[in-house]
């Protein structure tokens, strides 16, 4: 017989059957203290290849990470089986705090983020001198969003063979971005173009961005001898390169030495995410200027406090130029 009110017990309690017949949900989340700590190298279809230790293997994210995304870069944990064999799948079941981001958009009227890459510090934004046509903008806009996550920027030039580098670096000296410039006869011939690019991403974890045909993956290859991912051509009608890299991809450097991640070639990169405050801090020789600027200046504007600031000595003129354009791209579309 059932009893009821102060004098029942846990034996008293009905319990509903589950008709679907699996377990009740909970809130209550695994800890995982045993989990393996990985390192995301590309993600291709839900499916995605990490580093555990000195073995990479495939794994799948596991559900109760719910719509938090994974990209290469992260430092994740995994469950499961972890030997790397084939037709083995592990499940990624915690993603670490990332120390940097660095996101885009697809044009600068979509709202929605997309995440190129996680805890990299140094963006090498790759463009060719001549076929195709270097695109100014775009490389600006890089610059931004550089910027604004945080990495450092570094320029690269490509085809100095087709034509000379001078008006390029003029343009952006102002910046104080430093910049590596290659050929294509140096790449084929001998490693003197690949070591002074790696020079510079010794212990970096550096993003490569470019559009396509500008030599972006024939450069990684020339870092990464022993991984060569396919290249393409420029199209002779249209001066525009085909997308060969269709997913983004880290490569440990010789030696473990840092790691480049190559991305697929972009048309465009939106900054509708980017707030143009933070674009500031990567000009420290300007910034205490913005003290005296009236409330939500947008640092192009007759009040502005910085005209009176490089008038004054304190920075060079044209450094709040360059200033002032990196703040225009983020009002105005690519190919205005």
Not at 254 to 262: L, S, T
Request: glycine share 8%; hydrophobic share 35%.
């Amino acid at each position: 017989m059932r009893r009821y009110g102060k004098h029942t017990d846990e034996d008293d309690v009905r319990i509903r059957p589950n008709r679907k017949g699996n377990r009740p949900r909970t809130n209550i989340r695994p800890k995982h203290e045993d989990a393996a700590e990985g390192f995301v190298l590309t993600v291709d279809r839900g499916r995605l290849t990490v580093l555990v230790e000195d073995r990479t293997i495939t794994a799948m994210k596991a559900r109760e990470l719910g719509r938090k995304g994974v990209v290469v870069g992260d430092r994740v944990a995994v469950v499961g089986d972890l030997s790397g064999d084939k037709d083995t799948l592990a499940r990624v079941v915690r993603v670490e705090e990332r120390s940097s981001v660095l996101r885009r958009t697809a044009d600068d009227d979509d709202p929605y983020e997309r995440v190129v890459v996680a805890n990299a510090d140094q963006l090498a934004i790759v463009t060719a001198l001549a076929d195709p046509e270097p695109r100014p903008r775009l490389i600006d806009r890089c610059l931004v969003a550089a910027f604004d996550a945080g990495l450092e920027p570094l320029l690269v030039l490509t085809k100095s063979d087709l034509a000379p580098p001078d008006d390029m670096l003029k343009t952006y000296e102002p910046l104080g971005v430093p910049y590596v410039v290659t050929s294509r006869d140096e790449l084929a011939d001998g490693d003197a173009a690949a070591d002074r690019v790696r020079e510079r991403l010794t212990d970096r974890i550096t993003v490569f961005v470019g559009h396509s045909g500008v030599g972006k993956t024939t450069l990684v290859n020339a870092l990464v001898p022993d991984r060569q991912r396919a290249t393409g051509r420029v199209n002779a009608v249209t001066g525009r390169g085909r997308h060969t890299t269709t997913s983004a991809l880290a490569l440990p450097l010789p030696d473990a030495k840092g790691w480049v991640i190559d991305t697929p070639g972009v048309r465009s990169f939106g900054l509708h995410h980017v707030d143009p405050a933070r674009v500031i801090h990567a000009f420290p020789d300007l910034e205490p200027g913005t003290e005296g600027c009236p409330r939500a200046c947008s640092h192009d504007e007759p009040d502005c406090a910085l005209d009176q600031w490089v008038a004054d000595g304190h920075a060079e003129p044209a450094r709040l130029y360059s200033l002032r354009r990196l703040l225009a791209t983020r009002e105005r579309r690519e190919g205005d």
